[in-house]
């Protein structure tokens, strides 16, 4: 029997070259076609090795031409939809790495999509005709928002990191607290990212304490700077002991080294109000004396992918002549985008248009209101095997950032009987448009602070799909 269904699998030229074949060619293109084709034969091969005798019949079924069809037809339109897809983030978490981060308020998005349909005055200055630098297009900016005397951007905080590294300490010794070497998502390590630029770490004190006099024993004619690094995603917490950034520049001015300090998140305004005390605004840094200061755009800023330096201006023109800056560019869309964001800030309407303020400032009495309309709306569905609730809960920011913190929110919590909790979660996830849930304790939650008003009817779509 299996014998003879092999005999039945078509021959690849017979499928190309029929009616149907032909349609599909016109439509995609031969070579697309004829790797659908092979793909979907070679599946039913598997198959047919794989399968016992009470599927071959459904089997053979498959074998017929027009069915054939269907899934090579269904393999080309895969094939060709994106994979990088807009998703429903029920997680909670504001600035979810793997989802994307920041979302860029509607102002940034305009100002992307201008300078990516036109020509744009990247690196002309309009007035003289003469060439401009792209870095103009958001240094005052950066200069009235921190205080600073300059800034740069490049590809990402870990590109900033590396540069100024590169620039500075190359074949030098950085001076670095034990309780500092940081281990961010996505493998960014401190410890090798400094080995990468080709600066020596010279690590001082315990993991818990440091004091000012160990980096001043450290010190010799080899070492290039005095590196404090943000623990953003950790705390050293109980018999602690820190040297602030303020020590440090002092111990700098009196040894004539650069203070540096890698800021992670890096927020500009203050949060305090919003009960998020323990992170210190990039402001904050550069008063405190810093050299240099380096943070990334679409963290808690707000906007997109960037590594934002700023700070002395003899060391950001030192930065600017380094090749490397050249190799970590920023693109006319990161600059366009990136300005609208600064601008929201400088116009002091952070909170209203860009998403990640917009989500951390949200009234918990909308976001109660949210969920009470998503469970209502739940329960108008057959639901004998769902038990929704809404609750209560608190929520992680995410992104490096506030790591002990909490903040309120109100979820949908779902208790599944008759369905498989890991079933439900991957049809949410193989939804059109994909829902990202939080999973806890053999339980779905639905957390409304990053959920946008017009996800929740989709929300409800997908289940009404599901069930
Ligand atoms: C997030 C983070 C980085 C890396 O920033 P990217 O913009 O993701 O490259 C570096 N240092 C610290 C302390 C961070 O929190």
Do not use: C
């Not at 630098?133 to 905080?157: C, F, P, T």
């Not at 590109?159 to 493998?187: F, P």
């Not at 929520?395 to 890991?422: C, H, M, R, S, W």
Request: proline letters at 3%; aromatic letters at 6%; a neutral charge.
């Amino acid at each position: 029997m299996k014998k003879e269904l092999f005999k039945k699998i078509p021959a690849v030229n017979d499928l190309l070259e029929s009616e149907k074949g032909k349609e599909l060619v016109e439509t995609y293109n031969h070579s697309l076609v004829l790797k659908g084709i092979r793909n979907v034969l070679d599946r039913k091969r598997k198959m047919i090795s794989k399968a016992d005798e009470k599927n071959l019949k459904e089997l053979s079924l498959s074998l017929e031409h027009t069915n054939l069809y269907k899934e090579i037809e269904e393999y080309l339109m895969d094939y060709l939809a994106p994979s990088l897809q807009e998703v429903i983030n029920a997680t909670g978490t504001i600035v979810h790495t793997n989802l994307g981060r920041s979302l860029l308020s509607k102002e940034a998005v305009d100002s992307l999509v201008k300078v990516a349909k036109n020509y744009s005055t990247l690196e002309i200055d309009k007035r003289t005709g003469e060439r401009g630098s792209r870095y103009n297009n958001v240094k005052d900016l950066l200069i009235d928002l921190s205080g600073a005397e300059d800034g740069l951007v490049v590809n990402n905080n870990a590109a900033a990191v590396l540069l100024i590294l590169d620039t500075l300490a190359k074949n030098k010794e950085v001076i670095l607290a034990r309780g500092e070497m940081v281990e961010v998502g996505g493998s960014f390590r401190i410890p090798e990212v400094m080995e990468k630029s080709g600066a020596h770490l010279v690590e001082v004190g315990a993991t818990n304490k440091v004091y000012i006099e160990d980096y001043e024993r450290k010190i010799n004619e080899n070492t290039g700077l005095l590196l404090k690094v943000h623990t953003s995603n950790y705390r050293v917490m109980g018999f602690t002991e820190e040297v602030n950034l303020k020590e440090l520049v002092e111990l700098g001015k009196k040894t004539n080294l650069p203070v540096v300090e890698d800021l992670g998140s890096g927020i500009i305004e203050d949060l305090s109000d919003l009960g998020l005390k323990d992170e210190p605004t990039v402001k904050d840094k550069v008063d405190q004396g810093a050299d240099l200061v380096s943070f990334s755009g679409d963290k808690l800023l707000g906007g997109p992918q960037a590594g934002i330096i700023v700070g002395k201006k003899r060391f950001i023109e030192k930065l600017k002549q380094n090749p490397l800056t050249r190799a970590l560019r920023v693109d006319k869309f990161t600059l366009a985008s990136l300005e609208a964001t600064l601008k929201a800030y400088i116009k002091n309407e952070a909170r209203e248009k860009l998403p990640t303020l917009k989500m951390l400032s949200q009234n918990i009495d909308i976001i109660k209101e949210k969920a009470l309309s998503l469970k209502e709306k739940l329960e108008t569905l057959e639901k004998e095997n769902l038990n929704i609730k809404v609750e209560k809960d608190s929520t992680k920011i995410g992104g490096g950032a506030f790591p002990l913190q909490d903040i309120p929110t109100y979820v949908v919590k779902i208790e599944t009987n008759n369905i498989e909790l890991n079933e439900l979660s991957y049809k949410l996830r193989m939804n059109k448009p994909p829902i990202f849930t939080r999973l806890y304790n053999d339980n779905m939650f639905f957390d409304l602070r990053t959920i946008k008003d017009e996800e929740i009817e989709q929300i409800v779509l997908a289940f009404k799909n599901i069930l």
